[in-house]
């Protein structure tokens, strides 16, 4: 079930948080929803799920609108919110069972359904303990068994590895990449190596409004527009190995680094590389190139240019 949204506009007051924003999730993909807190994820998150009236615009899951087919539609989403609500003191197995009845499962797959929940998210030694006896760590894992028991076709997940520890946050992206395979998934995080390591597509949004929408590759790609090269070359003089560089067509700036350990960063031309003639420049000189880095802009880097403002 794909997500499509369009001019989707949320205004508190004379604040608006969402800005006329549109796009889409296909299934089978697992976008990675960023930006800076008060930017409007969660809105758009909220209005996605049903769980916040939408203001303007329209969001159609598999085609039918969240305004008119709202009841219907929940049934066929799994939400995780930013701050779990759960009942501290219902046992963990009650609550999923409390959940899947909520969405109107078939008593007799529920106990099927919450086994499965309980080993796909690690709780099988706490899953009878109540929620409040539990860690942050374990609750954040019953708030995804609960926003799966379902099976729904999209899944909203707000920040679903807070709390976690290095070990648990592994298992959790892969469970998601995994669901991802066969749903839609849109997942908002502040962990942006997390959103690489999970997500194929990433959408930006800043001010309620859409600031970058692509991978992880075309953004950066966008960011830097040339290709930037770190070189060590051996066996030359610093001054002669420069002169070269720059006589190569495809690059346009060449800088040097570290005269004593022939260490250079050159940056091609826009939309050219040099790593071909810089390899082919070497063995008619006779020279060793002893290092080829591309520097590449790191996420983090995009993530502050484009949210700063």
């Known amino acids: 079930m794909d997500i499509h949204i369009e001019n989707l506009t949320k205004n508190y007051g004379f604040q608006k948080a969402v800005d006329h924003i549109s796009f889409d999730v296909k299934p089978g993909e697992v976008l990675g929803f960023l930006g800076p807190n008060g930017a409007g994820k969660s809105t758009t998150m909220k209005m996605i799920t049903g769980y916040l009236s939408i203001g303007e615009g329209d969001v ?16 066929h989403v799994g939400y995780l919110p930013e701050n779990n609500p759960l009942y501290l003191d219902m046992p963990v197995i009650d609550y999923l069972g409390f959940c899947a009845a909520l969405q109107g499962m078939n008593k007799g797959e529920i106990g099927k359904r919450i086994r ?15 929620i409040g006896e539990l860690s942050k760590g374990y609750r954040q894992r019953v708030g995804l068994a609960q926003a799966m028991i379902h099976d729904p076709e999209i899944l909203v997940l707000d920040e679903p590895t807070t709390g976690l520890d290095p070990n648990q946050i592994v298992e959790i992206r892969k469970l998601i990449r995994e669901l991802g395979k066969e749903k839609t998934v849109v997942l908002s995080t502040h962990i942006l190596p997390e959103v690489e390591a999970t997500c194929d597509r990433i959408l930006i949004i800043n001010k309620g409004k ?44 060449v800088e040097m680094v570290d005269k004593s ?40 880097d995009i993530f502050r240019n484009l949210t700063m403002n």
């Open 60 to 75: 159609l899951l598999g085609g039918k609108s969240v305004r008119d087919s709202g009841d219907e539609l929940k049934r």
């Open 116 to 130: 499965e929940m309980v080993r796909v998210c690690g709780l099988n030694s706490e899953k009878h303990k109540k």
């Open 210 to 253: 859409i600031v970058a929408n692509g991978t992880a590759e075309n953004l950066r790609k966008q960011a830097t527009g040339r290709e930037i090269l770190k070189l060590r070359i051996e066996d030359g003089k610093a001054d002669d190995i420069v002169h070269e560089l720059h006589r190569i067509k495809s690059v346009d700036i």
């Open 261 to 300: 350990m022939n260490r250079f960063e050159v940056q091609s031309n826009t939309g050219l590389s040099s790593k071909r003639e810089i390899f082919q420049l070497c063995v008619q000189k006779g020279w060793v190139l002893s290092e080829l880095i591309p520097l590449e802009t790191r996420l983090e």
